[in-house]
Nanobody
Framework: QVQLVESGGGLVQAGESLTLSCVAS????????MGWYRQTPGKQRELVAV???????NYADSVKGRFTISRDNARNTVVLQMNSLKPEDTGAYYC???????????????WGQGTQVTVSS
């Protein structure tokens, strides 16, 4: 059973920074992706940033140049550095880990419980 533990959300003013961290345990993937999605009331969960096993990253257009995702494979940790935050970045941020389990050869998706980020104007 994969567990994702998130930390680092909070309330900041526009222009400030926050760092989100997520530690994964219990996963043994032959290939996987880790990253962050966010959700606001009434909207679907959307990709913020993701990094795959080989280090390739993908960002939502709205955060490019402001957010940086990094991964420590040895510690099964993914970190999202968020700079120049805007009110529209407000939302519940969910850590994501999906991949092909070595034991089954099948793809599985796992989610953290979410951490709230609120950016005031």
């Amino acid at each position: 059973q994969v567990q994702l533990v998130e930390s680092g959300g909070g309330l900041v003013q526009a222009g400030e920074s926050l760092t989100l961290s997520c530690v994964a345990s219990g996963n043994i993937f032959s290939f996987d992706r880790m990253g962050w999605y966010r959700q606001t009331p009434g909207k679907q969960r959307e990709l913020v940033a993701v990094v795959v096993s080989g280090g390739i990253t993908n960002y939502a257009d709205s955060v490019k140049g402001r957010f940086t995702i990094s991964r420590d494979n040895a510690r099964n940790t993914v970190v999202l550095q968020m700079n120049s935050l805007k009110p529209e970045d407000t939302g519940a941020y969910y850590c994501y880990n999906g991949g092909i389990l070595i034991t089954t050869g099948r793809w599985y998706d796992y989610w953290g419980q979410g951490t709230q980020v609120t950016v005031s104007s």
